[in-house]
């Protein structure tokens, strides 16, 4: 995963306490856990060679690999190792098949081996290699659940909290190399870095309303389409960039890619930029050629030339052709937005952000 939004240069908060005082910093996803961070942003500092951060870093690439391995089906398939004794004590059973897209998810995988080292012990809690059918859940959670071993416990300093865990690098799947050296993992403060899809402790900076007055330094997301709609969260916010439109159709032309494939997309659908315009990222005089003449009434051109013209374009969430504006102007749609906003601010406070 990678939905973060940087609120300013994070340097100087990394080296301030609480923060300074930790070797592994990675931004939250949603609770205070080590299986739950997200890996959209992680930083080491005065982390020891061969020692617990290095270990989590090794660790990930290493289960990532074998569920990529061709001996897969001996380690994880129906009759591999990883399920022998599980198996054998009647608390899972086949069939174990590969897990879909896995070498997409590092996030998870990266969130095991974390909470691994915090725990202490192999642990698989975002993603196991492969499937399994679990016959006693209790005993399964035992083997295979960071769930009570891996909250972490908060550090304040001042204005600013962050949430810890000590780690330890484990010998394949054994013992703690060294217990007497200990690092730690932290979270950053949602002041400086947080995740912004969705309503949990990782999210604070949107949950709080930290980006209606102010717009965060840099917004990122992973998987646009798939997982509520961020693009269109994005335009909401005033946060897309509709040079990645230009992006999208240079990316389809030059990988021979489908006009109406969804697996590229951008806000905009692809009827409204021509087929292979391939010079788009050459400036935007070469841009203005990729759009259709019929799109937004009129061919996008540079905010220096047209500034004008901006916000038409921001203003419209088209899933197909013929689609057109709810509010028609700007200014409307910031009141209509801002009202919208505060409702689900006060909502939010009253579910105590359950919502």
């Known amino acids: 995963d990678g939905d973060i939004t940087v609120q300013r ?12 005082r930790h070797n592994l910093i990675y931004s939250l996803d949603h609770r205070a856990v080590c299986s739950e961070i997200n890996i959209g942003f992680m930083y080491c500092q005065n982390c020891s060679k061969g020692g617990a951060a290095e270990w989590v870093v090794k660790e990930t690439i290493r289960r990532e690999s074998t569920m990529c391995n061709a001996n897969f089906d001996e380690m ?45 012990k192999p642990t698989w809690s975002k993603l196991m290699p492969s ?18 071993c891996s909250a972490m416990q908060v550090d304040n300093d001042g204005d600013r909290t962050t949430h810890f865990h000590e780690i330890t690098a484990l010998r394949g799947e054994e013992e703690p190399v060294d217990p007497h050296h200990v690092e730690t993992v932290a979270t950053t403060t949602g002041d400086i870095l947080s995740s912004w899809h969705g309503t949990g402790d990782g999210e604070v900076a949107g949950w709080s309303g930290g980006w209606m007055s102010k717009p965060p330094m840099l917004a990122h997301f992973v998987g646009g389409d798939v997982s509520g709609a961020k693009i269109n969260v994005m335009q909401a916010l005033g946060w897309w960039h509709y040079s990645a439109e230009e ?5 389809r032309a030059k990988t021979h890619t489908r006009k109406n494939d969804s697996k590229i997309v951008g806000a905009f659908p692809p009827q409204l930029l021509q087929s292979g315009c391939t010079d788009a990222l050459t400036g935007p005089s070469a841009a203005r050629h990729c759009w259709q003449p019929w799109a937004l009434q009129a ?20 899933t197909g052709p013929g689609a057109t504006p709810v509010h028609p102007t700007g200014s409307d749609f910031l009141r209509a937005d801002l009202r919208a906003r505060t409702r689900l601010a006060a909502l939010g406070a009253m579910l105590s952000r359950v919502a």
Not at 9 to 20: C, D, G, R, V
Not at 103 to 109: G, L, M, Y
Not at 131 to 148: C, G, M, W
Not at 247 to 251: A, L, Q
Request: glycine share 4%; proline share 8%; net charge positive.
């Open 247 to 251: 992006v999208t159709s240079t990316v």
């Open 131 to 148: 499937t399994a059918q679990v016959l006693d859940k209790r005993r399964y959670n035992d083997i295979f659940s960071a769930v009570t």
């Open 299 to 318: 061919l996008p051109v540079a905010a220096a030339d047209r500034p004008s013209l901006l916000p038409a374009v921001r203003l419209i969430g088209l």
């Open 9 to 20: 240069n994070p340097y100087p908060a990394l080296k301030s306490l609480p923060m300074a």
């Open 76 to 120: 994880y398939g129906n009759k591999g190792r990883f399920w022998k004794q599980t198996d054998e004590l009647g608390i899972t059973s086949p069939p174990h098949m590969k897990q879909k897209w896995a070498s997409a998810q590092d996030q998870k995988v990266m969130s095991d081996a974390l909470a691994s080292a915090c725990c202490g």
